[in-house]
C-alpha cells in the first residue's frame, strides 16, 4: 500500500515552548516564554538549519531573521490536558487528553506513610524526601548513603519520586528492584506519581560524583490507548529514541533505543534514517528541559539548540522524498522564569519532506494531538477510541 509518507519523524525538543498560553495565569506561568528568553539572554543564536524550516518566521528572534520562501510549514500548538509534565505533552501528542494532573510533592516531601512502607519493603532507610537537584543532593547525601547504606529519595517541581543508587556499592539491579517497589507502591490514587526515576551514580566522595546513563524511568501506563498502539497492532514499525519508551510504559513500541545525551539521540535518529523502515520515529531529546531548564541556565539551552541545528542538517540531508520530519516540544520551561518548574506553554509545530511543493505558517491548534491524528490518517489507521485531535495531513503538500 503506497502512504503519502512512508517514515515519519517526530523529535520532542524537551521543554522548548513558544510563548505563555492563555490560561497560564491558572499556572502561575504570566510571561513564560522558553525560546524567546533564551533568543534574548545570549549574543548569538546561530541555527541556521532550524531557520531555513521557518523557526523565525512562527517564533520572533532577537539574533535569527525570518526567511522569505521557508522550507516548512509551521504553527503554535496549544495543550488541551490540564497539566504541564512532560508525561501529560507526550500523550497527548498521541491523542490522551488528561484532565486530572499527576501529583507533585514539591513543597513537602513525600508523606511518613510512603516513606515508612517504602522503608519497610527496602529494608534501607530512607534520606532525604525533599526538592531537590540531583547534583546537589549527591553532594549532600551522596556518602552517607555509601557509608550507612541509607536510600536517598527525592522529588522536582515534575510529577516524580528520584531513588539515588551508587553503582557500586548498591549495585544497578538492588537500585532498579528498590524503583519497582516505589512504582507499585505509588500506583494509589494519593500517591500517584507519573514516574519513578532510578539515579544511578559512580564515585565515593563528595565532588566526584557522577550519574550515569543508566537512568530508568518507571511510567506509569497511559490511560488508554494511543495512536502508537494502534501503529503497532496495524504491523507498522513505531521506534523510539530517549525517554519515549519509558514515557509510554513500552506501549505501542516495537523497538527502543536508549540516548546518552540529546546529541547522542540526534546521532541514533540520523542512523535510524539511514535504514529502511515503515512507520514512525518518535524521539525525546531529554537534556534541554533536564540540564538547562530547570537549571535555569539560558546560554547551556541555546548552545544545545545550536548543537541541535548541526544534526538537523544532517537529518534533512538524509530525508527521502516520501519522508516527513515534525519538529515539536511537549511543554516549557523557561530558563529566565522564577522557580525550577515547568511552564505552561505553546509550543512549535513545524514540518518539513523534501517533496513539499508548498510552505508558510498555518491556523494554531487547540492540542498537541493533531500529530498523532496526522500519524494516523498518514498511515490509514482509526484513532483509538476516546482520543482527541485533528490531522492536519492534507495541508502538508
Known sequence: ???????????????????????????????????????????????????????????????????????GYYFAMNERSNGKDTMTGHWEMMGINTTKPFITFTETGFPEELIAELEKRTGRKIIGNKAASGTVILDELGEEEIKTGALIVYTSADSVMQ???????MGLDNLYRYCEIARELTLRDEWRVGRVIARPYTGMKKGEFVRTSNRHDYALKPTGRTVLNSLKDAGFDVISVGKINDIFAGEGITESNRSKSSVHGMKQTIEIAEREFCGLCFVNLVDFDALWGHRRNPVGYAKEIEKFDKNLGILMDNLNKDDLLIITADHGNDPTFKGTDHTREKVPFVAYSPSFSGFGKLSETDTFAVIGATVAENFGITMPENTIGTSVLDLLK
Open 1 to 71: 500500500m503506497e502512504y503519502k509518507f512512508k517514515r515519519i519523524f517526530t523529535i520532542v525538543i524537551d521543554s522548548m515552548g513558544i510563548g505563555q498560553m492563555a490560561d497560564a495565569a491558572k499556572f502561575d506561568d504570566v510571561g513564560a516564554d522558553t525560546l524567546g528568553h533564551i533568543s534574548e539572554s545570549v549574543e548569538t543564536f546561530e541555527i541556521p538549519n532550524f531557520r531555513r524550516l521557518g523557526i523565525a518566521n512562527l517564533k520572533p528572534l532577537k539574533q535569527v531573521s525570518p526567511v522569505d520562501t521557508p522550507l
Open 163 to 169: 531513588i539515588c543508587g551508587n553503582e557500586e556499592t
